[in-house]
């Protein structure tokens, strides 16, 4: 553990061993969700466990929240997908308008809150509202891929808008990187999704809304 979370140097900064192993899992589990691989839900949850150490080591209490909530997301994602037979039979389909509704609205209230909580407690966080936008935008992205929405990939394109320029404006290169290999997946994994999302039978019944999800 203690090597886990020693640094390296890294274009002349010190840089966390955890910090790089756990964004290059991220890196690996948005991959496989892009082949919609139920391996994207373990190797999220190994990404965030290895990331709660990095911002532990950091000292930084809302990466470490966020961490959390992000292996409990992925429990839930992995959960929900082994309801299907086998791996990559995850129905993909677009949201109604009504779903996505709720996700834009939840995302927006939810952003709202914690970037209101890291302003009252600013220890908690080194730059409030980007940060709360990318934690609750994460979530509402993680909630959205359980689901098999396609839209899932749009919340991924609106949290590295802002995750890229703020990662390389605050000095943090290696995460600066990492968003963008991701912001590069990420329309890849849109472009597949979309056709194949094009392609589902709607979803009718409320009832049935995410259930082979």
């Known amino acids: 553990m203690s090597w886990l979370n020693g640094t390296v140097q890294l274009l002349g900064q010190d840089v966390y061993r955890s910090d790089i192993i756990g964004n290059l899992l991220g890196l690996a589990a948005l991959a496989l969700g892009w ?8 190797v999220q949850l190994l990404s965030g466990l290895v990331l709660v150490g990095a911002y532990a080591s950091a000292h930084l209490g809302g990466g470490v929240g966020k961490q959390l909530v992000v292996i409990l997301a992925a429990v839930w994602g992995w959960t929900r997908w082994h ?6 039979d995850v129905t993909v389909r677009f949201a109604t308008g009504r779903e996505r509704a709720l996700l834009v609205g939840g995302t927006a209230l939810g952003t709202l809150a914690v970037g209101t909580l890291f302003t009252v407690f600013p220890h908690l966080s080194w730059d409030a509202w980007p940060d709360a936008y990318i934690f609750v935008g994460t979530l509402a992205a993680m909630v959205a891929q359980a689901r098999g929405w396609v839209e899932f990939w749009f919340a ?7 995750g890229v320029p703020l990662a390389f404006d605050n000095g943090l290169v290696f995460s600066g990187f990492t968003y963008s290999v991701y912001f ?4 890849l994994g849109l472009r597949a999704w979309w056709q194949r999302g094009r392609t589902a039978r709607p979803v009718t019944d409320p009832a049935l809304q995410g259930a082979s999800a």
């Open 156 to 162: 991924w394109v609106a949290v590295d808008l802002v």
């Open 35 to 42: 082949q919609r691989s139920r391996l994207t839900w373990p």
């Open 83 to 88: 309801r299907g037979r086998g791996e990559g």
């Open 184 to 187: 590069v997946l990420v329309l």
